[in-house]
């Protein structure tokens, strides 16, 4: 079987594949319904004036077929003060399961590292749930290592508000 993938970065026009590769996430990671993005907003926020993210897709074509897509990287900046750089924050990777196996996560990841170093990155940084061994060990096999000394901490909803009226 002849497989050819293409990384690519994501257009405006692909607003609506971004948002069904997020959907499939959820599911993947059991909580479909704590999906609230809508196609406006990503398209908003990752293609208005601000972009405050960026999305990269991975398409495959197998035995000359037309290609499809199959999965996709978010990632956005942030800036270590110790370092006294940017980094890359990779905020969700996903490969549809029909493509796993086929080296498509290490090619987005290797992208955003092609990425990271042209834009001297310090480091890239992204968190894993507990129980997904596959991609812990995946990530590990990398060299990926674990910070298990930091706890991530996150203000939403009414705590956000709260915090804001303080």
């Excluded at 993938?5 to 499939?24: C, N, Y």
């Excluded at 399961?97 to 990271?116: H, P, V």
């Amino acid at each position: 079987m002849s497989v050819k993938v293409r990384i690519a970065p994501a257009t405006e026009s692909d607003v609506g594949l971004i948002l069904w590769f997020i959907t499939q996430l959820a599911i993947y990671e059991k909580a479909p319904n704590e999906v609230t993005a809508t196609e406006d907003l990503l398209r908003r926020n990752l293609f208005g004036p601000h972009p405050y993210a960026r999305v990269i897709l991975a398409y495959v074509a197998k035995d000359g077929e037309p290609e499809k897509p199959a999965g996709f990287a978010l990632y956005f900046h942030n800036f270590s003060t110790w370092v006294g750089k940017p980094g890359l924050y990779l905020e969700d990777l996903f490969v549809c399961s029909e493509y796993r196996g086929l080296g498509l996560g290490k090619k987005l990841l290797a992208q955003l590292a092609i990425t990271a170093k042209e834009l001297d990155c310090g480091r890239m940084e992204w968190v894993v749930l507990d129980w997904n061994e596959p991609s812990i060990q995946f990530y590990l096999g990398l060299g990926a290592k674990q910070m298990n000394e930091w706890i991530i901490n996150r203000v939403t909803g009414k705590a956000l508000d709260d915090l804001a009226m303080m």
